[in-house]
């Protein structure tokens, strides 16, 4: 009969769990700050009949593409 012990928790495997939680975290933020960069110079190159339709004018387009990301992340 083999008996089957279970390793002890170490800190290494909290160690591991943390940087790969961090790391996780970061890539997350990279991704949204790229999509973010996106949308904004999407906007900018929106045409003033089409920024109408959406109810912005072109002040208010360079206002929210001029918006820092932390900022606009704060607000998510």
Known sequence: MTRTV???HSAHSDL???????L?????SIES???????RRAL?????HLLKDIGLSR????RIADTSF????NKV
């Open 6 to 8: 279970a390793a002890p």
């Open 16 to 22: 591991r769990t943390g940087a790969v939680e961090r």
């Open 24 to 28: 996780t975290t970061l890539v997350s």
């Open 33 to 39: 700050y790229i999509q973010y960069r996106r949308d």
């Open 44 to 48: 900018l190159e929106l045409d003033n």
């Open 59 to 62: 002040a208010d387009a360079e």
């Open 70 to 73: 932390r900022h606009w992340q």
